[in-house]
């Protein structure tokens, strides 16, 4: 197998996107649209990957920044993505193999796919070979023009096209596989079009055929893999269809969906054989679903630490926390970062935890506020009960040990410590630490004032 670089395009405006952040960062499925692409890529095994960025202090760069897999060149100027490739030509000097260049708004190409294609290039000994595609709605991109024979003569932007070209409906989806010098040596040739003032790459398939250097044209199959992005909607469709993949891979490792296209989830979440994931569920980021668990519907989590057959009812809101196995979460609870809920612990109706550790077994399960708390196993936490973590300056811990009864509508004034096995009077405010075994009531006694209302009548 030849020596192969990639070289991925990222320094274009992407002006249509109408947005500040760059549009190869655009995020699709959690990851940054160019993620995607090297995700693909690397199915070529590349001797080295370059990614074209438009200068130094630009947001790719600096995305890239500590990435020592990656090498940047630099274009300065986007004067178009033949120009843009020949910024890259101080790493492709001395490569005897193939170049794959692959545009970084192109996310959608499978692994599989580049695979098949680099190999026919380099068995077939090409020059040059280009990735079409037959899309139902070619607007805006390049189209492929053929001679009478049926063999590509050369690629034309929709803006220089004539109404009959602009009917074809083959394109130049983005993907090439050059051998290196003659790629070199080609782009000097390039010259600037006049409508953009842009150098394009497509303009190497109209010289290749003039020379009469070998070309194939691979006709990919599948459309979806090959809609560039060029602005929001596309961005959009393109999440659809990342979404509609993961989905199908879950499939295939046991997860069962009720509605899979009414679940959102990252392309760097898991989820484990025998979950069931109903509708309207939003799973992001780096959450981890065990097995034989059950989210209905609702549900958002993000970072999430999801343990063996827990169940989340509808409506939560669970961010950056640990569910450990068998623990039953909602509905409508909401986990602030950095709590945990231990085994079989459940946590209810319009619960919040913040920074709080749930022993095993321990109940929390109606309209509670607990914040940097620990409570210990079995605890049992009445309705109502709130920690009172913070004095207007600074945040306090609460204690609670194991098996203690709190009653409902109690506050707990921290720092304060409830030992194990003690039981705290519903309608409390507890402001001083609790023995273990105790009971503590600390509220005021109740006057019942004999025949009131008939006094007050008359
Ligand atoms: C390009 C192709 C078109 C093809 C389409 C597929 C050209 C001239 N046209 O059009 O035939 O159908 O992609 O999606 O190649 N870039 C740079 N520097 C530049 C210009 C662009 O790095 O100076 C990068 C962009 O960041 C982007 C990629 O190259 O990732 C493609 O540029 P874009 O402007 O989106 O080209 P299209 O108009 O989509
Ligand atoms: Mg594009």
């Known amino acids: 197998m030849p020596e192969i670089s990639v070289v991925i395009l990222a320094a274009g405006a992407g002006k249509r996107m109408k947005s500040d952040l760059p549009k190869v960062l655009h995020p699709l499925c959690g990851l940054p649209m160019i993620e995607h692409v090297l995700k693909s890529a690397h199915a070529v095994r590349a001797k080295q990957t370059i990614v074209v960025a438009s200068k130094k202090s630009d947001p790719v760069s600096q995305y890239f920044r500590n990435n020592s897999k990656i090498k940047i060149a630099y274009q300065g100027q986007a004067l178009g993505t033949g120009h843009a490739v020949h ?16 545009y970084g708004d192109d996310p959608l190409v499978k692994p599989e796919t580049l ?18 595609a037959i899309l ?35 394109i130049n989806t983005g993907i090439y596989c050059v051998q290196s010098e003659w790629l070199l040596q080609t782009l000097k040739k390039l010259e600037k079009h006049p409508v953009t003032g842009e150098y394009y790459l497509t303009d190497i398939v109209e010289e290749a055929i003039a020379e009469g250097v070998r070309v194939l044209g691979f006709v990919g199959e599948d459309p979806d893999e090959f809609c560039g992005i060029n602005n929001r909607k596309e961005l959009a469709r393109a999440d659809e269809i990342i979404r509609g993949r993961l989905i199908e891979y879950w499939f295939s490792k046991g997860v069962a969906f009720i509605d899979p296209r009414h679940v959102y989830l990252d392309a760097t979440v898991t989820i484990g054989e025998g979950s069931l994931i109903y ?14 668990c059950l989210i209905d519907s609702g549900s958002i989590l993000r ?57 095993k077994g321990a109940k929390a399960n109606h309209l509670s506020y607990l914040g940097d708390a620990v409570i210990g196993e079995e ?6 009960t709130i920690t009172c973590n913070y004095d ?18 109690v506050s707990l004034v921290a720092p304060v410590t409830i030992g194990d096995g003690a039981t705290i009077g519903a309608g409390s405010i507890i402001t001083d630490n609790v023995p273990p075994g105790a009971l503590a009531i600390a509220r005021q006694r109740q006057i019942n004032k004999k025949n009131w209302a008939k006094k007050r009548k008359k």
């Open 87 to 102: 910024s890259a030509e101080k790493f492709l000097k001395r490569s005897k193999g193939y170049v794959v260049i692959l």
């Open 115 to 132: 695979r098949k294609f680099v190999d026919t290039v380099v068995k077939e000994k090409k020059t040059l070979g280009f990735v079409t």
């Open 136 to 170: 139902p709605n070619p607007f805006g991109l390049g189209r492929i023009v053929r001679n009478p024979m049926g063999d590509a003569e050369k690629v034309v932007e929709e803006k220089e096209a004539t109404e009959e070209i602009k009917k074809i409906k083959e």
């Open 279 to 292: 509708p309207q569920t939003f799973l992001y980021g780096k959450t981890k679903i065990g097995k034989n």
């Open 303 to 359: 970072d999430m630490v999801v343990g063996d057959g827990v169940t989340i009812k509808p409506y939560c809101v669970l961010e950056e926390s640990v569910l450990e196995k068998e623990a039953v979460v909602g509905p409508f609870a909401r986990l602030r970062p950095h709590s945990h809920v231990g085994p079989r612990a459940h946590i209810g109706n319009f619960v919040e935890l913040k920074k709080t550790k749930i022993g």
């Open 379 to 384: 605890a049992n936490i009445g309705c109502g």
């Open 392 to 409: 207007g300056v600074k945040k306090y811990p609460t204690k609670i040990g194991k098996k203690v009864f709190v009653g409902s509508d």
